[in-house]
């Protein structure tokens, strides 16, 4: 019997799928049946005005930064880029943030040979950071990705190798943007004069 059943009057579906006749089943045990119905119906209802807030800030966010950017004959397109509104006072201020998910194509196995090039001639004269920093960018989480950083963080190494450059030029060629999320944050600034996030998370409260 699934959730979408209709249950008998008379009866209460346990956790097995098992109709049980109410009068068998314990005071206590229905109290906290209808105690977690009640917050999961409150619950439900607050993610909804939640989702209703977020579309209507975000709307009015771009709304406002199209009316702005107009002041000056330029019209901004979609909804891309971090935008940060402010109160007059400062005391507080919203944010839009767009987070974008970066991958690698295959280019990156070619930047990895070319690299491994590099190492197994640098062996003998190659500092042991430098090995554990190159092997460290390439290994691959749980989920058998790469950390885009890691990879990154290795085109800021000044190395005059014809080869290393060329990989360099390869991660960049690799790297593409998979997908984006857009983020609103809302910040109070605080007695420190320090924002503070104002909390829209559950768990964050």
Partial sequence: ???????????????QGRLVPVGMVKDVDKARHELVLDLVAKA??????????????????????????????AKIGGDKGNIT?????????????????????????AAK???DECIAEWTEGSRDELKVLINDAFQVDKEGRINTGRV???RRLNIADDRW???????????????????????ERDANGKYQPIALDLAAM
């Fill in 44 to 73: 439900k209802a607050l993610r909804q005005t939640m989702a209703a807030f977020l579309a209507d800030a975000m709307g009015d966010v771009s709304a406002f930064a199209q009316l702005s950017a107009e002041q000056y004959g």
């Fill in 1 to 15: 019997m699934t959730q979408a059943s209709v249950i008998p009057d008379g009866y209460m579906q346990d956790a």
């Fill in 165 to 187: 450059r060329q990989a360099m030029q390869a991660v960049s060629d690799s790297l593409r943007v998979a997908g984006s999320k857009t983020y609103l944050r809302v910040y």
């Fill in 152 to 154: 990154l963080s290795l």
């Fill in 113 to 115: 040979a070319l690299i």
């Fill in 85 to 109: 509104l402010a109160s007059y006072d400062g005391r507080f201020k919203v944010q839009r943030q767009v987070s974008e998910h970066l991958v690698f194509d295959e280019r990156l196995q």
